[in-house]
């Protein structure tokens, strides 16, 4: 399968899940709005707002693809910052437009790109070098992994079911995300119908640790101390 292959695939995937959000946020009043997320320190409405702006900074990932002119994901961290709390003190009507508004324009230009732009070497926010096609993946683990961070209603295995067979990698891609050495770890997500999948973490003889999808992705995500699992869990760096 070629990249823009994959691409055309991915975004597939990346709408069904911002159709699950506009569906939600649609629904969504004051109260509910300015609740606290299962984010420290962020309300339900600096979690969405974020995730607009995370769909505009990769909007700009994607003009870069396709233009070829440079055009960083964000301007920088203190700006990036600051939209997110300004965002946050809108009224609930206008933030639920600016999630799917921003979400909009992100499926817009992936939907224009040429085949051969989905190749071409952009940077993502931490300095990391990325194919373009990798931006999709990006999305994809904001769009899944938040929905639960919301706290109104998604557990991780709901969002388990929502990545269908893009889950694997989804976890692979939060592996990737972390920034300092890892414990050494064979995890390995088993269900009752038969699916299993392992990933290996770390270097040296690792520990076992199993568990259903859901709590493989909410351990691997920081969200959660992985009590749930099958195994001796050690302790993980900061998620970025």
Known sequence: MTAAERAH???????????????????????????????PGWTRAHLLSHLARNADGLVNLLTWAKTGVETPMYAGEAARDGDIEKGAYRSAEEIAEDVA????????????????????????????????????????????????????GYDFARV??????????????????????????????AEPNGYRHEWRLGEGE?????????????????RGDGSTLDGDVPPLPQWL
Do not use: C
């Not at 899940?17 to 109260?31: S, Y």
């Not at 690792?206 to 920081?222: A, I, Y």
């Open 9 to 39: 695939a991915l975004l597939e995937r990346v709408r069904t899940l911002h159709d699950e959000w506009e569906r939600l946020v649609r629904g969504l009043d004051e109260t509910a709005v300015r609740g606290p997320s299962g984010l």
């Open 101 to 152: 508004g921003s979400a909009a324009r992100l499926v817009e230009i992936a939907s224009s790109l040429p085949d051969d732009a989905w190749s071409v070497r952009v940077r993502a926010r931490q300095g990391r070098e990325i194919p373009a096609e990798f931006v999709l993946w990006l999305r994809l683990s904001e769009t899944s992994i938040h929905l639960a961070d919301l706290d109104l």
């Open 160 to 189: 388990a079911d929502l990545l269908g067979d893009e889950f694997d990698v989804v976890v692979g891609n939060a592996i990737g995300m972390y920034g300092g050495d890892l414990p050494a770890v064979l995890l390995v997500a």
């Open 206 to 222: 690792p520990v076992t640790l199993t568990g259903t999808r859901g709590e493989v992705l909410k351990w691997v995500t920081g």
